[in-house]
């Protein structure tokens, strides 16, 4: 079981960046392949960026590919968001979820097993 809770979020100025943060718990987290998942009101859930389970392997979304980056530390149980450019189309709520059985190129919700509660980002015009 792994419990996922992000942060990081808030109110942020068109062009701007913002940092989110994913904490995990359990012992197995290094060996979990992350995602980030974004969902704009009325719209579905959708994916932004995944990372393998060590770290060197990363794929994005076309939308979001050359400002943000996703990364991770293992040692502190952490998968980060950096996000920068950021303009009005990317405001959401962000959530993190973890994969037992996904890899770097796992796109799909039912590809992850666990889902933090969400942080919401807002980026004003």
């Known amino acids: 079981q792994v419990q996922l809770v992000e942060s990081g979020g808030g109110l942020v100025q068109a062009g701007g960046s913002l940092r989110l943060s994913c904490s995990a718990s359990?012992?197995?987290?290094?060996?979990?392949?992350m995602g980030w998942f974004r969902q704009a009101p009325g719209k579905e859930r959708e994916f932004v960026a995944a990372?393998?389970?060590?770290?060197?392997?990363?794929y994005y979304a076309d939308s979001v590919k050359g400002r943000f980056t996703v990364s991770r530390d293992n040692a502190k149980n952490t998968v980060y968001l950096q996000m920068n450019s950021l303009n009005p189309e990317d405001t959401a709520v962000y959530y993190c979820?973890?994969?037992?059985?996904?890899?770097?190129?796992?796109?799909?919700?039912?590809?992850?097993?666990?889902w933090g509660q969400g942080t919401q980002v807002t980026v004003s015009s």
């Open positions: 990372i393998s389970w060590s770290g060197k392997s990363t």
């Open positions: 979820a973890a994969g037992r059985s996904a890899y770097y190129r796992s796109t799909l919700m039912y590809e992850y097993d666990f």
């Open positions: 359990g012992r197995t987290f290094s060996s979990y392949a």
